[in-house]
């Protein structure tokens, strides 16, 4: 087996964004899709034995819409954040001579 580098040569790319993007990836992929389809599903076996209150039923769905929509919620935030933290630019006709 060949080995074109050592273990102390630095790495090519930068390793905490590579990281960072494996984790958001895993996060918000299939692995959560996948949780949350099967939390809902238990829920929904245990709410109908009668062995759980429909407010925590209703908690769990909550927290699975969150996890799943966290980018688009954040986005959207940001958003408004940025369009009230800028100023308008002014008309023409109102610029100073």
Known sequence: ???????FDSPASP???AAVDWLTG???GTVAVTLCVLA???VG???MSGRMAIRDALRVALACF???GAS???GGIRSVVDD???PASPEPDQLPQ
């Open 40 to 42: 809902v599903a238990f």
């Open 84 to 86: 009230a933290v800028t």
């Open 45 to 47: 076996f245990v709410l």
């Open 15 to 17: 390793v905490l964004p």
């Open 72 to 74: 688009s919620i954040a």
């Open 26 to 28: 895993t996060l918000l």
């Open 66 to 68: 969150v996890l799943l």
């Open 1 to 7: 087996m060949a080995s074109d580098g050592s273990l």
